[in-house]
């Protein structure tokens, strides 16, 4: 189950920081990404970390996203800087490749 929160409503040029606890899989030994689904868009990629904490981002976010993870806590983070209007969107983590079963997502919605 991942499940993910820390999503609202804010002002853009505002930030959030989104959290997404994982439970039932091997956290530890999984690349992990976040991913997102504007309004009437398909879901797409925003960024990821790997099991040896390497991350990449789109080009989308890079320069206003980090990414970070804690194995302790089975926690993925997304720390979003600011914030665009076009960032509004459902955002979701799970496996690298989406391999697990996705959760709910959190809703980002930036106001202009």
């Known amino acids: 189950q991942l499940q993910a929160s820390g999503g609202g409503l804010v002002q853009a040029g505002g930030s959030l920081r989104l959290s997404c606890v994982a439970s039932g899989i091997l956290f530890s030994l999984n690349d992990m990404a976040w991913y997102r689904q504007a309004p009437g868009k398909q879901r797409e990629w925003v960024a990821s970390i790997s099991i040896t904490g390497h991350t990449d981002y789109a080009d989308s976010v890079k320069e206003r996203a980090t990414v970070s993870r804690d194995n302790a806590k089975n926690t993925i983070y997304l720390q979003m800087n600011s914030l665009k209007p076009e960032d509004t969107a459902v955002y979701y983590c799970?496996?690298?490749?989406?391999?697990?079963?996705w959760g709910q997502g959190t809703l980002v919605t930036v106001s202009s």
């Open positions: 799970n496996g690298l490749y989406g391999d697990y079963s």
